[in-house]
């Protein structure tokens, strides 16, 4: 009877804990006699080793120099056990007021494959994986090098029918082999009315108040979720290598989405990811904070959008939505705070088969984002510059600096912009002999007085390109993306639509006669096709809208297999313009559907 009543608490163990401070997973262990756990990091190259291990319920963190001896080691860890005790006897004769016994030396050893270590072996060589360290009764097996997540954090805004992706870095483990348990906040009120799980995949965790809704690393909370905390307990893994679970409580509720957004429609086009040799792209500036936060903004370019619409973490819901929902291959991103691609997109866009890399503007806080499916795609290399810089050191653009050098007063105001070049070539997984040149880029914004700048803009990255391709890639293909802040009628996107732009354009002309700057400019590539058209409008705020986004291809290595049609003119001005309390930025996104042309 009692064994078989002890087997059933056994089972039940690892659901009643999942609520349970690390005190209460280590007496619980005690008593049913398992062996806990010490986590050893121990790093060829560093001076230090770390010994974690919970004494006496409460967590030690020991850092010792690697060559030390062991016995110096162990006899710190009785020592700490014979000072517990000494403080604790005393707290007890203050009390009872009787003499108190004196403290007992704990015996600690460390034991590997059955035999004592000696108390002289250094500490990078004692603590081996798989030794046992003996202090008093109680027992630990040692876990050199563990997987173990050095972040584990939930964003802290969470809305009902949005994904909620946890910020994890695991050392000595792999994400794809980590397992991941969430639970909500149960509400009692709900569970006295009905006393049943609200849906049969939901599970009551027996102690603490949480029920299970969820075993994937990414979680979306339904609307049965509003008003309840999250948990998740996540455990890092590399193969069969298991190290310590985490347990992570969300600091707010769940709270209600905004219902329909203006891409939840696009997303039936999109819910199955391109299949080989199609390929899926975007290209969204998904609108800083730094600028979605100004007086300016809220005030003049955006009154009509709900100051809470306009917060980051309330939009960052959104863009992870909406991005996840593209299941595309390249995402070329704009207007890309540093802190939003550390925290929140490389988190998501990782969960979701994705790998980033982030250019940041010269002298900004914010910059250029391109993430590729890594089932798909491999990083070659990076080839980023700065417009204005690699303007007048790279002997590249040395024609086009002497001819802008006629006019100073254009020369010197481009030289002052930050705007940059992001360029990967991507590897085809399926076909290693296919390459890619993508690039991503948010030339220089001002509407009317920037039609020159951005043509040089322009002439330098398309140089660069040329470059690139020539050196690193012969023959690959360019995907070329991004925010050009030109429409349909400039001389940027004649430039690319066209290959040459002639000395009458009127843009040299755009910031007045004493800027002007009139000459011929030819691209280095045949005239390039934008594969998702000219729309009537990418960008549509209060006082303007207009096509001013564009995802640029070489016709002759690719062709258009399918464009994703943009929000209907109602969705987008359903709350008048954008962004809104539906759509997380003042742009849409372009996405489309390509093919190799062999």
Known sequence: FMLKHLSAACALLPRCLLASSPRTFSRAS????????????????EPKLTISFCLEDSQKHMLRDQNEALGKVLTRIS?????????????????DQQPS???????????????EVP??????????DGAVLQVGEVKYNVQRNAPTF??????????????????LQVEFGNLQDCEFVWFKEANSRKREETDVPSSPKDSPAPEGGWTQVGCERVLVPSNQDIGCRLKLRCTPKDGSRTGQAKELVSVATVEAGPGVCTFDNRHAYTLRAAAWPALRVVSYNILADIY????????????????????LDYRQNLVKKELAGYNADIICLQEVDKGVFVDSLTPALDAFGLDGVFRLKEKQHEGLATFYRRSKFRLLSSHDIMLSEALTSDPLHSELLEKLSANSDLKDRILKRSTSLQVSVLEDLANPERKVCVANTHLYWHPKEGGNVRLVQMGVALQHLSQVIAD?????????????????????????????VPPQHA????????????MALSSTFPPLQSACGQPAYTNYVGGFHGCLDYIFIQPQSMQVEQVIPLPSHQEVTTHKALPSVAHPSDHIALVCDLLWNS
Do not use: H
Request: include cysteine.
């Open 507 to 518: 843009d040299w002309s755009s910031s007045g006669p004493e800027e002007s700057c009139c």
């Open 79 to 95: 020592n700490s056990i014979a000072k517990n005790q000494t403080k604790a006897k005393k707290s007890k004769k203050k009390r």
């Open 472 to 500: 690193v890639a012969p023959g690959a293909p360019l995907v070329f993306c991004g925010d050009l802040n030109s429409t349909p009628d400039s001389g940027v996107v004649q430039l690319l639509s066209e290959a040459a």
């Open 30 to 45: 005690r008593l049913l006699g398992r062996m806990e756990a010490a986590v050893v990091r121990c790093l060829p190259g």
């Open 292 to 311: 979605a936060q100004t007086d300016l903004s809220k005030t003049v370019l955006y009154p009509y959008c709900a100051p809470y619409a306009l917060q």
């Open 150 to 167: 050095t972040t584990a954090e939930l964003p802290v805004s969470l809305m009902a029918g949005f994904p909620v992706c946890p910020k």
């Open 101 to 115: 016994e004196a403290a007992e030396t704990a015996v600690v050893k460390l034991f590997f494959r059955g035999d």
């Open 119 to 128: 108390d002289t072996l250094p500490n990078c060589e004692a603590w081996q």
